[in-house]
């Protein structure tokens, strides 16, 4: 029996990244996607049946808001109804007809302007927000809309929201299963590879193709300059480069493969590393950890 039909899987687990023991990990990739589409096809039948066919109720009790709006985060349900209970009292409803940016304009770094009716609300909302959160204009859309279309027309746009997300799920599970399949086949094919069979500065054993640029680039720019005595230290920092005349090669290498400092120090990490082992070792190691990946994987 295949290990889908063993019927041990964890769905949940597979959604969230984790691969199950002895399962192929484009296997698991797969299930995501099935898994996915099953989730998709459930938020789309929601859309189209279960609430399409409610009417649009344009007027709304404050204690029917809390249990309407239940398919938001309880943050976002509990700051559209404090701020749509507000502006029904002072009768200020009105303003939620007014563009977005008029109602709320997001600056940068925490700064905004928000129309006087809603000013000490946003302020509030902001203080309590936190890098990478959703600002107080994702409450206001939804005011819009539910000033516009009603409990219906929220609970419309979270479907759509939620099936955009879907999308792009599965847009990058896809890619990811590429991506696996392309790395299974360049592994095939150094399967039976030894380091004799790359010459010093063939890199073509990593298949990982942005990997390999980078490092193939490092090799020739630091031979070009003849640097590679600038490695005969203990540890190499990417903040110390220059102390050990290395400042020129990295900007070179900055220049051609636009490096972060991580990658860069990834480079030269493996530069160092290569330097000390001597090139057959290094090209070893990583023949060894790939063909270990493979095997583990079921490519081979």
């Known amino acids: ?61 404050e204690s029917d808001l809390p249990k309407g709006l239940d398919s938001l985060t309880s943050k976002t349900r509990d700051w559209i109804v404090k701020t749509y209970s507000h502006l029904e009292k002072i009768g200020a409803l009105n303003v939620l007809d007014l563009s977005e940016d008029e109602l709320f304009k997001y600056e940068g770094n925490f700064d905004f302007t928000a129309h006087e009716t809603i000013k000490s609300i946003a302020q509030e909302y902001m203080r309590g927000c936190m890098v990478g959160e959703r600002t107080f204009g994702h409450v206001v859309v939804y005011l819009q809309i539910l ?41 095939k094919g150094i399967k039976d590879k030894s380091p004799t069979d790359f010459a010093p500065g063939d890199f073509s054993f990593i298949t990982d193709e942005m990997t390999r640029r980078i490092l193939t680039n490092a090799y020739v720019e630091i031979t070009k300059a003849d640097k590679w005595a600038a490695f005969n230290v203990e ?65 081979f």
């Open 1 to 61: 029996m295949s290990a889908i039909g063993a019927g041990f899987l964890d769905f949940s687990a597979i959604i969230r990244g984790e691969y199950p023991e002895g399962v192929p990990r484009e296997e698991c990739a797969k299930l995501r996607i099935q898994q996915a589409k099953i989730e998709k096809t459930r938020l789309e039948l929601s859309l189209i049946g279960e609430y399409s066919i409610k009417p649009i109720t344009p007027k709304f009790n």
């Open 235 to 299: 540890k190499i920092s990417v903040f110390e480069l220059d102390k050990i005349g290395l400042s020129d090669v990295a900007q070179i290498l900055a220049d051609l493969d636009g490096h972060s400092g991580m990658s860069m120090t990834y480079t030269m990490g493996n530069m160092h590393m290569l330097h000390k082992k001597g090139w057959s070792e290094y090209v070893k190691s990583f023949l060894d950890k790939a063909k270990e990946r493979a095997k583990q994987s079921g490519s």
């Open 147 to 187: 000033h516009k279309d009603g409990l219906r027309g929220v609970r419309e746009h979270w479907l759509k929201s939620k099936l955009t997300q879907m999308d792009y799920f599965l847009d990058m599970q896809k890619e990811k299963i590429e991506n696996i399949f392309a790395n299974y086949t360049a592994a």
